[in-house]
């Protein structure tokens, strides 16, 4: 318990409570769970709603055609018009369907795709919890998704959703592999499974140089790193369920594989958290191997131990909330401070280092976002035993290769 | 190791290479492709350029039709429709309707016309929401009045035209009479 309390502390929630106002734990633990949970929720809608688009209009221009370009201006209006069709619809359950597994089988999927956010950095000090084993966590808590969709197969007793489980369990299974060795290498190379460290780690001496920017990030600092990238990036797509790695959700051959008995909203329960976990996946590459906020954008400097939460608390014990001040007098006081913390000074700094931070951690994510959209637009869906080959006999052959050689250099240098 | 096994694992390479090269040329394929212009054609704001010859939506011109029917006659699918009164330069015509859902849009009418009143323009965007808005008519709307007077008007003519015919065959008779009395 008192764990928790301390990552939500070290994290994003440090600000929302400043100890002066003597909050139970209690009631600090729920706000930061209710308060994370909707902006995880509001940032999935988000990129559900953006990437939907992006990824129609990009196929669109892939194609040589427009995309969809008639509702509001430039078409941007169309994933509104998608939501509100998708709300509309019947929410049908098949008549043979095992009804408790059928409804829970969507919550299942959203979750998977919705625990990763808790430790996946958005800047520097922008995470919800930073947790020593960020790396482990997010990697485990994406597995879950499988579950839910092993359920979203059998469930509802139709053939096509059973293939399309069982090829996606036989799937994901294989490729969590090559993807923890791979995340192993960065881990070995860099000593530790927090992520924030992680980026630390390639922000520094690299190359004989103090601040190597862009040299610093793993896929340049050897070979090996570059590989395990490809490996990672590769072994992603397969997780995240994307062409040529379609196969659970083979339109021409499984109807729409595991979500074929799905409509309405349990059907885009499934939707947006398919797209969340392929930014789930972009983040996390961007992260381990793009030098996480780290870079193209210089970040302005700022002392690592300042935090804005410890310059509120002091401004809130500076201006002596600790006396007898009601309810009322004690939200306003704690949110004048606050207001300097953030605009004053060092605040200010620290805003602008997160801002760029952001700016920079998204450039790469969405970068990666739009290679695996234009992948899906070029490549044919491959065999299901093309994808075991691909899988067996050739990412984990090189990513245990990767793995001995970041060992040797580790154990060497 | 032998020269089979060693054949597998060039293989194994040359295959894998193989994958890579290939996956690199269609991913710039696509990549070109997407910093292309596309060449959809946003249909009702741009048009495209009709070619010469094209037969599209009729055109027909009422003072120039006899009403003669040949249209009608040469009509493959039987989809004009003609009503009129009277006859020929005379003609008041009430009724020109083409059905469009039946048309093949063959020009068979336009070639037989003798007047050239009926031709065939580029007008290409016909679509309709029901049977009725199928059938287009190209006639000028007469009222009540109108076609009485053109019936009176042509029952007038046509009494003149028979007085002057009886006219005239009373005259040849009158001059035969003589004639054969002159042969008797």
């Known amino acids: 318990m008192q764990d928790a309390i301390q990552q939500i502390h070290s994290g994003v929630f440090g600000l929302l409570w400043p100890e002066m106002l003597r909050l139970p734990t209690w009631l600090v633990l729920t706000a930061g769970f209710v308060v994370g949970g909707a902006l995880v929720l509001v940032w999935m809608a988000l990129m559900a709603l953006a990437w939907t688009y992006g990824e129609r209009r990009i196929a669109g221009f892939i194609q040589v055609r427009y995309g969809p370009n008639r509702v509001g201006p430039l078409g941007l209006l169309q994933p509104v018009a998608d939501g509100i069709k998708c709300f509309s619809k019947e929410d049908t359950v098949p008549t043979v369907a095992y009804k408790f597994m059928y409804t829970l089988a969507p919550l299942l999927v959203f979750l998977g795709a919705m625990l990763p956010f808790a430790a996946l950095p958005f800047s520097q000090r922008l995470v919800l919890a930073d947790m020593p084993l960020g790396l482990y966590y997010v990697l485990a808590f994406e597995a879950i998704e499988v579950i839910g969709i092993l359920m979203a197969g059998w469930a509802p007793g139709s053939k096509w959703s059973l293939y399309g489980g069982m090829r996606l369990a036989a799937q994901l299974l294989s490729y969590e592999i090559p993807m923890g060795l791979c995340a192993l290498v960065i881990i070995l190379l860099s000593g530790s499974l927090n992520l924030g460290e992680i980026v630390t780690w390639q922000s520094q001496n690299a190359w004989g140089l103090e601040h190597p920017w862009v040299l610093g990030w793993a896929i340049f600092r050897s070979p090996v790193t570059f590989i395990a990238f490809v490996i990672f990036f590769v072994a992603g797509l397969a997780a995240s369920k994307r062409a040529p790695f379609d196969l659970p959700e083979a339109e021409s051959e499984l109807v729409a594989g595991y979500h074929t008995e799905y409509s309405g909203l349990r059907f885009s329960f499934f939707f947006m958290a398919e797209y969340t976990a392929m930014y789930v996946v972009c983040a996390l590459s961007a992260v381990l191997f793009l030098g996480g906020w780290y870079g193209p954008v210089p970040m302005p400097d700022v002392a690592p131990d300042s935090s804005l939460a410890a310059r509120w608390v002091e401004l809130v014990g500076l201006q002596g909330l600790q006396g007898d001040l009601s309810m009322m007098q004690k939200i306003v006081c704690a949110g004048r401070t606050l207001c300097e913390a953030l605009f004053q000074g060092e605040g200010l700094r620290i805003l602008a280092s997160e801002a760029i931070g952001l700016f920079n951690l998204l450039l790469k994510a969405f970068g990666l976002y739009f290679v695996m959209i234009w992948v899906r637009w070029t490549l044919p869906r491959v065999r299901i035993d093309q994808v075991m080959y691909l899988c067996l006999k050739v990412l984990l052959p090189f990513s245990l290769v990767c793995l001995i050689w970041a060992l040797i250099q580790v154990a060497l240098f | ?184």
């Open chain 2, 1 to 184: 190791m032998s020269a089979r096994t060693r054949n597998a694992f060039a293989e194994y390479f040359a295959n894998l290479w193989a994958g890579i090269v290939t996956t690199c040329v269609g991913m710039r394929l696509t990549l070109r492709y997407f910093f292309s212009k596309p060449i959809t054609m946003l249909y009702p704001e741009e048009r495209p350029e009709v070619p010469a010859g094209f037969r599209g939506l009729h055109a027909y011109e009422e003072s120039k039709c006899i009403a003669c029917k040949m249209c009608v006659a040469a009509c493959p699918v039987d989809c004009i429709a003609i009503e009129m009164v009277g006859r020929g330069k005379d003609a008041l015509v009430t009724r020109y309707e083409i059905d469009y859902s039946r048309c093949l849009f063959c020009g068979l009418c336009v070639a037989a016309c003798p007047t050239q009143c009926l031709w065939m323009t580029e007008v290409y965007d016909l679509s309709c929401t029901s049977r009725q808005a199928c059938r287009r008519s190209f006639a000028r709307a007469k009222t009540q009045d109108e076609i009485a007077a053109h019936e009176r008007l042509m029952e007038q003519k046509e009494a003149e035209k028979k007085a002057q015919a009886a006219e005239a065959a009373r005259k040849k008779a009158a001059e035969a009479k003589p004639q054969a009395d002159k042969t008797e």
